[in-house]
């Protein structure tokens, strides 16, 4: 925190190639820092940092308005159409220890679609990199960011008829990350209210966790 009446956030984008994580970072940001398109390879290859503006209206401390920033780091899939895992691991791990060794991770953000369904070898393979990636704590700092939710509300689901007949392998992993979850809206993303409302959830996350950050040794 630059001063008692600021707050920063410092977190990280995670998942499959085309599930939106690099939309999902813009729409965090409210820019359009990270290149984002269908394409039918790996878009992202290295890991950068985006900056969102002050942000008023979303916190507050002591009864007095907080000013937020948003630092999020998007970060190139996996599995990767280009790169081993090996190389998106110490991709990701060389970046968040340049952007967020001193200060701390707050949220990993692990994002999914929620129009497609989670598959066990799929989600398997996803938390074996995350575990390695962050470390035997992952779970206190991972939440589940699931995409296109306006498709699923398209074919008539609201998020509780979602979670209602939802896969048991997505259900296991919201429950193994204390159900921290946000549904984002790919149409509504850009509008401020939206931006507000998945902003808020992020910050009760980090708020339940008592404004711990993941840090470097505690990944080893």
């Known amino acids: 925190m630059a ?3 600021e707050m920063t956030i410092n977190l990280v984008v995670l998942g499959r190639t085309q599930t939106g994580k690099s939309a999902a970072g813009n729409s965090l940001l409210g820019s359009l820092d990270f290149e984002s398109h269908l394409s039918p390879s790996s ?13 008023l209206g979303i916190t507050r401390r002591n009864g007095c308005e907080l000013v937020l920033r ?8 996996y599995p990767h ?13 060389s970046a ?8 701390g991770l707050h949220l990993a953000l692990l994002v999914l679609r929620a129009d497609l369904p989670l598959c066990p070898d799929e989600n398997d393979q996803t938390i074996q990199f995350i575990q390695e990636l962050l470390g035997p704590k992952w779970k206190d700092f991972t939440a589940v960011l ?14 509780e008829a979602y979670l209602h007949k939802a896969s048991n392998t997505l259900l296991s992993l919201l429950s193994s990350v204390q159900n921290k979850y946000v549904f984002l809206d790919n149409q509504k993303s850009i509008i401020k209210e939206e931006r507000a409302t998945v902003l808020r959830k992020l910050l009760n996350f980090i708020r339940q966790n008592n404004y711990r950050v993941l840090l470097k040794h505690d990944k080893e």
């Open 81 to 93: 159409s280009s790169l081993s895992k090996e190389q998106v691991k110490d991709t990701v791990r």
């Open 70 to 77: 948003v630092r999020v780091l998007d970060t190139p899939s």
């Open 146 to 159: 699931l995409t296109h939710a306006d498709k699923a509300e398209e074919a008539g689901f609201s998020e």
């Open 96 to 103: 968040l220890a340049h952007h967020f060794g001193e200060e």
């Open 43 to 55: 878009v992202t290859t290295c890991c950068s940092l985006g900056y969102s503006c002050r942000i």
């Open 3 to 5: 001063d008692s009446n």
